[in-house]
């Protein structure tokens, strides 16, 4: 069963930057799956932030284009997350998952940004 576990998550300032990394194992061939950020705000619907393709192209939600940036290390099973200049809007909880074969959720990272 493929298991998603988020880190990285805090408290920051406006401004700020945060680097995100969420590691995946059991029984997932993470090189062949295209892996995505998603983000959850109270009281609103999961959003996807960023993806990043088996072959390594990005796509980004307009509202985090220019400020985050998706990578990932096949050889950790690790996807990643920088974000920079954060901004307000931008608290919520994180999670990681697979586009083509999401797993269950993991518990996510909290990232809250203070004005």
């Known amino acids: 069963q493929v298991r998603l576990v988020e880190s990285g998550g805090g408290l920051v300032q406006v401004g700020g930057s945060l680097r995100l990394s969420c590691a995946a194992s059991g029984g997932i061939i993470f090189s062949i799956n295209d892996m995505a950020w998603y983000r959850q705000a109270p009281g609103t619907q999961r959003e996807l932030v960023a993806t990043n393709t088996s072959g390594r192209s990005t796509n980004y939600a307009n509202s985090v284009k220019g400020r985050f940036t998706i990578s990932r290390d096949n050889a950790k099973n690790t996807v990643y997350l920088q974000m920079n200049s954060l901004k307000p809007e931008d608290t919520a909880r994180y999670y990681c998952?697979?586009?083509?074969?999401?797993?269950?959720w993991g518990q996510g990272t909290q990232v809250t940004v203070s004005s």
């Open positions: 998952n697979s586009v083509q074969y999401p797993a269950s």
